[in-house]
């Protein structure tokens, strides 16, 4: 079969590979479509990051590595344990986790210390023609939600887990910095929790305009005033603030715009350490929360499950990500340099196999 094979810096290869063999408790998914990630991108650039130099701790696996983990397709070879049936279309939930650790122990496999994701950690992936994964890790899809954007439901889950983690509620005040493919998840996640007046703060007119077509009550740039005086202006200070945009600006601005005892999540990860004021967080009781994916392992189902309903009664909109559709063989030139290219108006490239 046709994989795109990490190997290491801006050097991405579209070769043909054996597919992997399918276990008792495994099942073959034909992939539909695989949405390129952030954290590709970040590999891409600068990487290895996450992905494996040397044989990772669970998968065995290391570079060159079929990388991917935003997968949506139809299962078409099944293990003999397995109960789902051929032709079932499933979002692929792409935890990696060890079993073993503290972590996994307390059902927190998401935090596991050994764990990773499909397509970055080994273990297959999804731009490729199909992936062999563990049956827990395929969530079914209803069959009015077209199977290839069961490929949103992983960076939208991540928008679900980061909304939890926040503590979020019905009529809170709510700021979001940056409206990139996670930041756009993150504002849909919100405003289906209940959350409102919602304020993007976004430097990208597209992208700007992606998001108050998404709902956002009022988007800002940046670059032309400062944010957390219009917002603080209007409300006093949010209840929640998310930084998705992984820069030093964009945390302080969410952790000086909450409220004394508000929230800031931080859902962004950042290539390099940054500078804040922990003042900001002391004298104010501002709460300072941390998100990491989504759960996995037997959880794998329960936020990809609210995701997938979200997506089949139209609170999400998955499409409104979608900038791009291109072939596999094209994953370079069309996928991660475009990209990367200075003033790209893309947000999220599906690739097709």
């Given at each position: 079969?046709?994989a795109?094979?990490?190997?290491g810096?801006?050097?991405?290869r579209?070769e043909?590979?054996?597919?992997?063999?399918?276990?008792?408790?495994?099942?073959?998914?034909?992939?539909?479509?695989?949405g390129i990630?952030?954290s590709?991108?970040?590999?891409?650039?600068a990487?290895?990051?996450?992905?494996?130099?040397a044989p990772?701790?669970?998968t065995?696996?290391?570079?060159?590595i079929?990388?991917?983990?935003?997968?949506?397709?139809?299962?078409?070879e099944t293990?003999?344990d397995?109960d789902?049936?051929?032709?079932t279309?499933?979002?692929?939930?792409?935890?990696?986790?060890?079993?073993?650790?503290?972590y996994?122990?307390?059902g927190?496999?998401?935090?596991?210390?050994?764990?990773g994701?499909?397509g970055?950690?080994?273990g297959?992936?999804?731009?490729?023609e199909?992936v062999v994964?563990s049956?827990?890790k395929?969530?079914?899809?209803?069959?009015?939600?077209?199977?290839e954007?069961?490929?949103l439901?992983?960076?939208?889950?991540v928008g679900v887990?980061?909304?939890?983690q926040?503590?979020l509620?019905?009529?809170?005040?709510v700021?979001v910095?940056?409206?990139?493919?996670i930041?756009l998840?993150?504002?849909?996640?919100?405003?289906?929790?209940?959350a409102g007046?919602?304020?993007?703060s976004?430097?990208q007119?597209?992208?700007?305009?992606?998001?108050?077509?998404?709902?956002?009550?009022?988007?800002?740039?940046?670059?032309?005033g400062?944010?957390?005086?219009?917002?603080?202006?209007?409300?006093g200070?949010?209840?929640?603030?998310f930084?998705?945009?992984?820069?030093?600006?964009?945390?302080?601005?969410a952790?000086t715009v909450?409220?004394?005892?508000?929230t800031?999540?931080?859902?962004?990860?950042?290539?390099?350490p940054v500078?804040?004021?922990?003042?900001?967080?002391?004298v104010?009781?501002r709460?300072?929360?941390?998100?990491?994916?989504f759960?996995?392992?037997p959880?794998?189902?329960?936020e990809?499950?609210?995701t997938?309903?979200?997506?089949?009664?139209g609170d999400f909109d998955p499409?409104?990500?979608?900038?791009?559709?291109?072939?596999?063989?094209?994953?370079?030139?069309d996928?991660?340099?475009?990209l990367?290219?200075?003033?790209?108006d893309e947000?999220?490239?599906l690739?097709?196999?």
């Open positions: 079969m046709r795109a094979r990490y190997y810096p801006r050097d991405v579209v043909e590979m054996d597919p992997e063999t399918v276990g008792a408790n495994d099942v073959r998914v034909e992939v539909a479509a695989c990630c952030g590709d991108l970040h590999e891409y650039a990487g290895p990051i996450t992905i494996p130099e990772h701790p669970v065995g696996d290391a570079l060159p079929t990388i991917g983990h935003e997968i949506g397709g139809t299962i078409v293990g003999a397995v789902l049936e051929e032709g279309n499933v979002a692929v939930n792409p935890i990696i986790w060890c079993g073993d650790c503290q996994c122990d307390g927190n496999y998401h935090r596991c210390q050994s764990g994701f499909v970055l950690s080994g297959g992936g999804g731009f490729s199909n994964v049956a827990e395929a969530i079914p899809i209803p069959d009015d939600v077209p199977v954007l069961a490929a439901v992983e960076p939208f889950t887990h980061a909304v939890e926040s503590g509620r019905p009529g809170d005040a700021a910095f940056g409206s990139g493919p930041g998840a993150v504002l849909q996640a919100a405003l289906a929790a209940g007046p919602v304020y993007v976004e430097p007119a597209t992208r700007r305009t992606r998001a108050a077509d998404c709902g956002a009550d009022v988007t800002i740039d940046p670059s032309d400062d944010p957390v005086s219009t917002i603080r202006d209007e409300t200070g949010v209840d929640v603030a930084e998705v945009a992984g820069v030093e600006q964009s945390l302080n601005h952790l909450t409220r004394a005892g508000g800031a999540t931080i859902v962004s990860l950042f290539e390099e500078a804040i004021d922990p003042n900001d967080i002391v104010t009781e709460i300072v929360v941390g998100t990491a994916a759960e996995g392992g959880l794998s189902g329960r990809f499950g609210t997938v309903r979200n997506f089949a009664t499409e409104a990500l979608v900038t791009s559709r291109i072939d596999l063989e094209d994953i370079v030139e996928g991660f340099e475009t990367m290219a200075d003033g790209s947000v999220k490239i690739v097709r196999p």
